[in-house]
Each structure stands twice: as structure tokens, then as C-alpha cells.
């Protein structure tokens, strides 16, 4: 099996990276993570990457200060001398321009800390803690041009519980993240994911069933399952 070549794009700790590596630790996986490039020297993911064998790169963002342009056309130079075919970003906090998405159309993935397209942008958890939201989440996407947009590939959400904080709930979607990132990324390697009307369709994806409610119902007469 030839498995698809990506780089996964981090700033910081990389704890979605290191459950890439893990997955892709499986010669069955379709995926090869064949690059981890920072956008930052001292992004701690680096050390785990460097540790499993991955080769890594840093393109310094702050060298390229005011000149976009200039630091994607590095991160692509690198990206092509590892011949790289997918792009995974796992916390990677550039926004990158209109040019750059476009190039990498339908091969370029996301996963945020929240059930989109509710609370895109940063302090996710406490925005959802703040808004009072039952259920929270994250979601893995395409990604487009606009700020946490693209076509959804995949969610899995969480209760809100009453004694949660910011960091209780931060915690409970991470499990989820880990969970659902290596799956989505698995779909797109092995080229199950087409668009029709800028929704996403997955070959052969297990559909869940049932719901899911929180709190459940408890008044006499409703049902609590």
C-alpha cells in the first residue's frame, strides 16, 4: 500500500500531532507522517516528532514579518522537498492567505475545539461556559479561506456539565480531538472524501445512530433514554 504523505503544521505543544503519530504508527494506516514543521524554533512538539523519527522543520514566522507571501513560499519549498501530498494542522496559529488555501484545495485539514460552525477563533471553552451551551465539541474540516471555516468532515461532541470549568471541558473535547483527528485524516489519505455542494460525503463512513441530549429528561412522563 502506498500511503499518502503528510506534513502536520504545529506552533506549539502538538498534542493532535502526537495522535497522528501514533495512528500512523500502523503500516495499515493510509497516512505517512512524513514532515512536522513549526512555524516557531521552540514549539515543543518538535522534540516529540524528532523523538518518534519524523523529520521536522522551522520556518521562522517572525523572520517574515509583514511579508506573508514570503514565508508560505518557504513552508512550500520545504513541503516540496518532502513531497508532501497532505497538510494536517494541529494548532498552527497562522492564518494563511487566499493563494495558499487555494493551492492546497481538498488536501489541507483542520481541527478545532468546538462544534463549528458555533464559536470559530480562539477561548473556545470559555466562550461555550460563557453561552451556556449544553454541548460542546470539536470538528474536523477542510479548510477554506475564511478563519475556521471549510467543509465539515467530521465532529464528536461532549456534555457541558453544571461543575465544568474551562479547563474540565478543555480536557473532555482534547479526548475527542485525539480521537476523531486520526480518523478524518485516515478518510482523506485514503481517498474517501469527495465534495457535492460544498458538503462533505465519505465513502463507506459508519454512520452513528440515536442522540444524544444533556441533562436527559427527567419531568414525569418523558423518557430519559
Not at 518538535?46 to 514565508?71: C, N
Amino acid at each position: 500500500m502506498t500511503r499518502a504523505r503528510v506534513a502536520v503544521l504545529i506552533s506549539g505543544r502538538g498534542s493532535n500531532m502526537a495522535a497522528l503519530l501514533a495512528a500512523a504508527a500502523d503500516p495499515a494506516y493510509p497516512a505517512e507522517i512524513a514532515l512536522v514543521l513549526s512555524n516557531r524554533a521552540d514549539a515543543a512538539g518538535l522534540a516529540h516528532a524528532a523523538a518518534r523519527g519524523v523529520p521536522t522543520a522551522v520556518v521562522e514566522s517572525r523572520a517574515f514579518r509583514g511579508d506573508r507571501q514570503g514565508f508560505e513560499a518557504a513552508m512550500e519549498a520545504e513541503l516540496a522537498r518532502h513531497d508532501i501530498r497532505i497538510l494536517a494542522l494541529a494548532g498552527f496559529m497562522r492564518v494563511l492567505t487566499a493563494g495558499f488555501v487555494a493551492r492546497w484545495e481538498g488536501r489541507m485539514v483542520n481541527i478545532h475545539p468546538s462544534l463549528l460552525p458555533a464559536f470559530p477563533g480562539l477561548d473556545t471553552h470559555a466562550r461555550a461556559l460563557a453561552a451556556g451551551v449544553r454541548l460542546h465539541g470539536c470538528t474536523v474540516h477542510l479548510v477554506s479561506a475564511g478563519v475556521d471555516e471549510g467543509p465539515i468532515l467530521a465532529q464528536a461532541a461532549v456534555p457541558v456539565l453544571d461543575s465544568d470549568t474551562e479547563g474540565s471541558l478543555a480536557a473532555r473535547v482534547l479526548a475527542e480531538e485525539h480521537r476523531l483527528y486520526p480518523a478524518a485524516l485516515a478518510w482523506l489519505a485514503a481517498g474517501r472524501v469527495s465534495l457535492a455542494g460544498g458538503v462533505v460525503r465519505i465513502a463507506d463512513a459508519r454512520g452513528a445512530t440515536g442522540s444524544l441530549a444533556n441533562p436527559l429528561p427527567a419531568a414525569p412522563g418523558l423518557s430519559k433514554g
